[in-house]
């Protein structure tokens, strides 16, 4: 499985955008997920969506303002992100997991294939 995260840019505070991940190659069903690292930081766990599209999980820092979706049809996965901060300022990653017992879904570990990352600037 490839995988290509588009859609990044510079917005000012409050603005939106939305993330793309295509994904490419051998599908079997995997949960979606997307996941950042800010400058200096660790990667953190954002959002993740199964297959069938529910449940969806999300970072307590972004519920109510950031919306994970895909598109089977398309192999795609989308993050509309609204009311952006200067903190979420990242390069933001798109990852996909195998089907797993268990998974929390937020797990940096549970996921198997990463996508190169798109960098998302949001100025004061």
């Known amino acids: 499985v490839q995988l290509q995260a588009s859609g990044g840019g510079l917005v000012q505070a409050g603005g939106s955008l939305r993330l793309s991940c295509a994904a490419s190659?051998?599908?079997?069903?995997?949960?979606m997920g997307w996941f950042r690292q800010a400058p200096g930081k660790e990667r953190e766990f954002v959002a993740a969506?199964?297959?069938?599209?529910?449940?969806?999980v999300y970072a307590d820092s972004v519920k109510g303002r950031f919306t994970i979706s895909r598109d089977n049809a398309e192999n795609a996965a989308y993050l509309e992100m609204r009311s952006l901060k200067p903190e979420d300022t990242a390069v933001y990653f798109c990852?996909?997991?195998?089907?797993?017992?268990?998974?929390?879904?937020?797990?940096?570990?549970?996921?198997?294939?990463w996508g190169q990352g798109t960098l998302v600037t949001v100025s004061s």
């Open positions: 969506i199964t297959w069938s599209g529910s449940p969806t």
């Open positions: 990852a996909a997991a195998k089907p797993r017992l268990r998974a929390t879904l937020m797990s940096i570990s549970e996921y198997d294939y």
């Open positions: 190659g051998r599908s079997l069903r995997h949960v």
